[in-house]
């Protein structure tokens, strides 16, 4: 069934009256129609898995290769030039839609099961750093960053980036400070 709640929510979000509302304010198209892209693939992502249980198996064993991928793919969408080259050129688009549902929610999901605590930590810390960095650069940025939209949205989504960090360094914290074994 997620499978096909996935494939659903993929092509509603490619439907061009969702997509272009989306797109309209920054905020949203960073922190709303990219995750929610990439949710799409990792709810399509038991369907791949059972189709290709050998390829996962081999290429993905350990999860690293696919977490690692998943993060490669994030980290290039939250670059201000390809926010702005997906908005001017319909090939990035196309391409911002294969690659965060089946290069980041797919690998996502093949892969966290199979990490130890370390390496899902690892990638917490790593987000932490990367959307607090982001947020610090959007916001203190005296030009504009992104051309299709206005400054303003850049500072929105600057705070956007440091709310993101700040929660999940609330998150990294409260591993370290609560004793997973008292709720065992």
């Given at each position: 069934m997620q499978p096909i709640i996935g494939l659903i929510m993929f092509l509603f979000l490619m439907l061009p009256p969702v997509a272009n509302l989306l797109e309209s304010i920054m905020i949203f198209h960073m922190h709303m129609q990219m995750p929610l892209i990439a949710i799409s693939g990792f709810l399509m992502a038991p369907f791949f898995m059972e189709k290709f249980p050998k390829f996962f198996a081999k290429w993905n064993e350990r999860g690293i290769p696919g977490i690692i991928l998943f993060t490669l793919v994030m980290t290039y969408w939250s670059i201000p030039r390809a926010?702005?080259?997906?908005?001017?050129?319909?090939?990035?688009?196309?391409?911002?839609?294969?690659?965060?549902?089946?290069?980041?929610?797919?690998?996502?999901?093949?892969?966290?099961?199979?990490?130890?605590?370390?390496?899902?930590?690892?990638?917490?810390?790593?987000?932490?750093?990367?959307?607090?960095?982001?947020?610090?650069?959007?916001?203190?940025?005296?030009?504009?960053?992104?051309?299709?939209?206005?400054?303003?949205e850049q500072i929105t989504l600057g705070w956007g980036f440091l709310t993101v960090a700040i929660a999940l360094l609330i998150y990294l914290i409260q591993l370290v400070i609560i004793d997973p074994s008292d709720y065992e």
């Open positions: 926010m702005d080259d997906a908005l001017t050129m319909y090939s990035v688009e196309l391409f911002k839609f294969i690659s965060l549902a089946f290069l980041a929610g797919v690998p996502l999901r093949a892969s966290w099961m199979k990490l130890t605590d370390f390496w899902k930590n690892a990638v917490f810390v790593f987000f932490t750093l990367q959307y607090g960095l982001m947020g610090l650069i959007y916001l203190m940025s005296d030009s504009q960053l992104c051309n299709n939209y206005l400054q303003s």
